[in-house]
């Protein structure tokens, strides 16, 4: 069974910088595109950036360009989400998914079926 674990989240400083961490065990990595995505309690959950593990191709939210990297270490089958610059507006639950490049298609939630719990990131001074 495909598992995700996140982990990283906390509590930062407008201006401030987060490391997200992705965990995945049950699959090898580079088979499967994984996202990370955030949702604020009342509000849909929305795609943040998303990578091919296998090509290490990668796809952002406007809103997030030059501020996040997504990246992955397939030994480790781990992705991250680097995140500079944070504002209170990145304050969300942040979750990562996974999808079989197979059947991979777009960067958002409709495409991923398998979902971590979350890990919480508060931006705020």
């Known amino acids: 069974q495909l598992q995700l674990v996140e982990s990283g989240g906390g509590l930062v400083q407008p201006g401030g910088s987060l490391r997200l961490s992705c965990a995945a065990s049950g699959f090898p990595l580079d088979y499967y595109a994984i996202g990370w995505f955030r949702q604020v309690p009342g509000k849909e959950r929305e795609g943040v950036s998303c990578i091919n593990s296998r090509s290490g191709s990668t796809s952002y939210a406007d809103i997030v360009k030059g501020r996040f990297t997504i990246s992955r270490d397939n030994a480790k089958n781990t992705v991250y989400l680097q995140m500079n610059n944070l504002k209170p507006g990145d304050t969300a639950v942040y979750y990562c998914?996974?999808?079989?490049?197979?059947?991979?298609?777009?960067?958002?939630?409709?495409?991923?079926?398998?979902w971590g719990q979350g890990t919480q990131v508060t931006v705020s001074s």
């Open positions: 998914a996974a999808v079989h490049l197979s059947v991979f298609r777009l960067c958002a939630v409709p495409e991923f079926g398998s």
